[in-house]
């Protein structure tokens, strides 16, 4: 299949510099410091994860968070291959596998604006790399592509809806078009595909809410350290 790419002015979005500070992760852009989204975000799952990390211990859990961050990467590599036509450089069974099962998903994307592409909000201060702003049956969306261990409940997603509601934000502030969706496609490991459709209006206020806890714990950990 030959995905069609839409002519956007590119030359909008920023040419960021990453820095990591104190752990967190930020983008340099035009002499400000935006925090990552998916840092900002992190936050809210801070206390589950160390309840988690200590269920079943600090070895398994860091070696847990790697596979999956390398599986996510894997995947992420093989969508962006197969949306520019290019020949997939991944081989592991694992992500092919996964990938193989997202394919017809992915299938329904059309008329591509971005792909893999960093964008910010100076109303936000925040920054992020969007998997892809395209249609996707007929309606211009932020898409994200999620992998995971097994079947995920919609309670659990939360951080993936206010992610791309963020991304939705950032990209209407640059280019001055609305996005009528946010959709999030994910695949695990244990088969199962998921697809969720939802109006980024709905987690405007909770992303808001968000970073303003990120910026108050930010100020805390700098005024500590001082």
């Known amino acids: 299949m030959k995905f069609k790419f839409v002519d956007i002015d590119k030359s909008k979005l920023p040419k960021p510099k990453r820095r990591n500070v104190g752990g967190i992760r930020f983008y340099e852009i035009d002499g400000q410091q935006y925090p990552s989204v998916t840092t900002i975000l992190s936050l809210k799952k801070t206390e ?3 309840k988690w990390r200590e269920s079943i211990g600090e070895d398994v859990a860091t ?3 790697r596979r999956a961050a390398r599986r996510g990467n894997a995947l992420h590599s093989l969508v962006e291959n197969y949306i520019k036509g290019e020949t997939p450089a991944i081989r592991d069974v694992l992500p092919l596998g996964m990938f193989r099962l997202i394919k017809p998903y992915v299938d329904q994307i059309d008329n591509i604006h971005l792909l893999e592409n960093i964008m910010y909000s100076e109303k ?7 998997d892809c702003v395209a249609e996707f049956d007929g309606k211009l969306s932020v898409i994200d592509f999620k992998s995971a261990n097994k079947e995920r409940q ?3 997603v939360e951080n993936y809806f206010l ?3 963020a991304y939705a934000i950032m990209y ?3 280019f001055g078009k609305p996005i009528e969706q946010i959709v999030v496609l994910l695949v695990a490991e244990d088969g199962a595909v998921q697809v969720w459709k939802k109006d980024p209006k709905d987690f405007q ?4 809410e968000s970073i303003n806890d990120f910026y108050k714990y930010y100020e805390k950990q700098n005024k500590d350290k001082s």
Do not use: F, H, R, Y
């Open 48 to 50: 589950e994860l160390k």
């Open 63 to 65: 070696w847990e968070m």
């Open 124 to 130: 936000l201060t925040i920054a992020g790399q969007v």
């Open 154 to 156: 919609e309670a659990w």
């Open 163 to 165: 992610q791309t509601t």
């Open 172 to 174: 209407e502030e640059i």
């Open 205 to 208: 206020p909770k992303l808001l």
